[in-house]
């Protein structure tokens, strides 16, 4: 795994699951890790002080990635810390369930504002920087959902999906300045998303996961950890599937 010693990586929604998973991990390859949190303030020291306990360096930064003005003001925070941004991981993101017939405007609109804009905008506000600096790894958090859909998810499927094409196109826009941009698509994961789920949910979704379980959140942060490296410096424009062959 690379040594992202000097490097400094933001991370949205970083205060539980995945997010947290990512976050514990770049930071003990060696990065400093900004932690983006919107309403758990608690959760999120939580990670700091882990991170810090095992010798490793974080801050945390308040801001609705939903928001434009929240982006901006989070990304001016983090240049006058540290002045250089090396890895973005985007992974803030909401549920509003509910099928098609049923859901309502605000559902879809919510789901899409955090889930895509938010990344929209923060890909946006890193590519200026990591323009001037001519590298950069940004990993964005798709979802099996957004590649292959799911029953009631049709905001957050819609959302997931248009994060892949997004992935894409900055891929092919920022390549020549050393930068790559790549998405990792996690499955079935044991997050606080999915506990909600009853344990016949759970079985039948297991019953199509060839490897016969669920995934972790440390799974999920080997990956993005992977493409933050230099091992993956020729991966760009990709989607990595973390789901143990549930889209096989």
Do not use: W
Request: charged content about 20%; proline content about 1%; aromatic content about 4%.
């Amino acid at each position: 795994m690379s040594d992202l010693s000097g490097k400094v990586a933001l991370v949205t929604g970083a205060s539980r699951g995945i997010g947290r998973a990512i976050a514990v991990r770049l930071a003990s390859l060696g990065a400093v890790v900004a932690l983006n949190y919107n309403g758990s303030e608690a959760k999120a020291e939580e990670v700091r002080a882990e991170i810090e306990a095992a010798g490793g360096k974080a801050f945390l930064i308040q801001a609705n990635v939903s928001e434009e003005a929240d982006v901006l003001r989070m990304f001016e925070e983090v240049l006058s810390k540290e002045n250089r941004i090396d890895i973005l991981v985007n992974n803030a993101g909401i549920t509003r369930d509910g099928l098609l017939i049923g859901m309502k405007e605000a559902q879809f609109d919510e789901v899409l504002k955090t889930n895509l804009y938010g990344a929209y905008f923060c890909m946006q506000q890193a590519a200026k920087k990591m323009l001037r600096q001519k590298s950069g790894r940004i990993v964005n958090i798709s979802s099996y959902s957004g590649l292959h859909g799911n029953a009631g998810q049709m905001n957050y499927a819609a959302a997931k999906a248009g994060l892949v094409g997004m992935t894409k196109t900055a891929a092919r826009e920022l390549g020549s300045r050393g930068i790559t941009v790549n998405a990792v698509a996690p499955g079935f994961i044991d997050t606080d998303m999915t506990a909600v789920l009853s344990d016949k949910s759970k079985e039948a979704i297991l019953s199509g996961v060839p490897l016969g379980r669920m995934g972790s959140a440390d799974d999920v942060a080997a990956a993005v950890a992977f493409l933050a490296g230099d091992e993956a410096s020729y991966i760009t424009g990709q989607v990595l599937s973390v789901d143990g062959g549930l889209s096989i």
